[in-house]
């Protein structure tokens, strides 16, 4: 019996973590000096800070702006976002940067300084679908 309710136990563990859709750890999330990837550093970064509980998600809460992928970084609704090699001029980078564009909730309080730059460096590198 004690079998039986020990697999049952963690099958619905085994579940519940499956369905959750933020299974990133930020923590382990290092990004190079140089080569930044988007599928490897950038996607989960997005994943984690942005698109977690539907806010910049496929459909986005309160009419934010849709994040989830590559192609709706560059959407038109998202003009200048990403301005590929000017970082500065980018409002994601401004946005991560410690809040040097407002946005609310205020999450980057949270970002690591690894991150920041690590963003600032893709952006400079082209902002590419690497």
Request: with cysteine.
């Amino acid at each position: 019996m004690r079998y039986v309710i020990l697999c049952l136990l963690t099958s619905i563990l085994l579940f519940i973590n499956s369905c959750n859709t933020n299974s990133i750890n930020i923590d382990n999330l290092v990004f190079p000096a140089t080569n930044v990837s988007y599928q490897n550093q950038v996607q989960p970064f997005m994943q984690f800070y942005c698109t977690y509980g539907g806010c910049h998600s496929d459909t986005p809460t309160n009419g934010a702006s849709v994040m989830s992928d590559w192609v709706s970084l560059y959407s038109t609704e998202n003009l200048g976002l990403i301005v590929p090699t000017n970082p500065d001029g980018s409002k994601l980078y401004q946005t991560v940067n410690k809040g040097k564009l407002p946005h609310n909730p205020y999450l980057y309080w949270t970002f690591k300084d690894n991150h920041v730059q690590g963003i600032r460096q893709w952006i400079l590198e082209g902002g590419k679908n690497n």
